[in-house]
């Protein structure tokens, strides 16, 4: 399957025509790092198949996760927000693989000329700003075996892959808990059958039973705008933000509700702030057969 960012795709054509000249493809590994803090952005960075994780470092050298960006998703947003710096959170890439990157200035002068445009990424910053505050509440509230099984679900949706590049002292620096907790953890789903480890790699095994153990957050709204009405028809390009949660049963109720769509046939995909929907000739799909149907 093509490899490509969700975000940077739902741009304008007529944008994407314009800005292409301007995009780099290049390769992150692990540990490096796109943005520190108090840096001016010169560059943004649409991920393809890597996972950049957002991170903020207290006094005593303490660090967690506060947000991740994978092929839905952008680093860099802030130059959009009338500063060029970054706050307190640095970047890092956590799963290796390949990005677009761009220079601020062309896109921030797209931005500032084309609505359209701006529809989309204040969109975007909307749904980023919500996960955000949604892992926030799930970081307080929620047990750890909850939040691991989220964090293996986004992972695995961001990079569209089962297989993650991850150590277990990765894992637990991210969800703020000792490493020996994350061994258990990585242990005991093993053992059910839902993952298998190995050294600096792990994978999914049981995605339907990982989602069944992860907490409400997987699949919550995590940002939020205005769908279309039912019925309407859905506009190539089209960016509207909805709950992915819509592709369960129980919110089988919701099929009027249309997706962030690109049309490919009989295919429409769809997009928001915490994995990609579909809408499979009007019918809905779970999240397994969505995957398996994109790979042909």
């Not at 093509?2 to 290049?26: C, F, G, H, M, Q």
């Amino acid at each position: 399957m093509t490899k490509e960012n969700l975000l940077l795709n739902a741009l304008p054509r007529s944008v994407y025509e314009k800005i292409a000249p301007d995009l780099e493809r290049l390769s992150f590994s692990r540990g490096e790092v796109p943005h520190r803090p108090g840096e001016t952005i010169r560059n943004l960075y649409f991920p393809l198949d890597c996972l950049i994780s957002v991170t903020v470092t207290m006094g005593a050298g303490k660090t967690a996760e506060t947000g991740v960006i994978g092929n839905r998703e952008v680093v860099g947003i802030n130059a959009f927000m009338g500063g060029r710096e970054t706050t307190q959170t640095e970047y890092v890439a956590q799963i290796p693989g390949e990005a677009m990157r761009i220079g601020a200035d062309p896109l921030r002068a797209e931005f500032d000329r084309n609505k359209e445009m701006r529809d989309v990424m204040l969109k975007y910053t909307q749904a980023f700003v919500a996960q955000i505050s949604q892992n926030a509440a799930c970081n307080r509230l929620h047990h750890t075996k909850q939040r691991f099984a989220r964090w293996l679900l986004e992972a695995r949706d961001r990079i569209e892959s089962d297989s993650l590049h991850l150590t277990h002292e990765f894992l637990a620096e991210m969800l703020g808990v000792r490493r020996a907790s994350v061994t258990e953890l990585a242990s005991e789903f093993q053992d059910m059958g839902i993952i298998s480890t190995s050294r600096g790699q792990l994978s999914i095994v049981d995605g339907q039973r990982l989602e069944a153990t992860s907490c409400e957050c997987y699949g919550g709204v995590e940002g939020r705008v205005r769908p279309t009405a039912r019925g309407q028809r859905i506009k190539p390009f089209e960016l509207i933000h909805i709950s992915p949660a819509c592709l369960r049963p129980e919110h089988r109720g919701c099929c009027g509700t249309a997706m962030a769509a690109r049309h490919d046939g009989p295919r429409a995909y769809g997009w928001c702030g915490c994995r990609p929907a579909i809408y499979l000739r009007g019918n809905h799909a779970s999240t397994d057969q969505v995957r398996a149907h994109l790979r042909h």
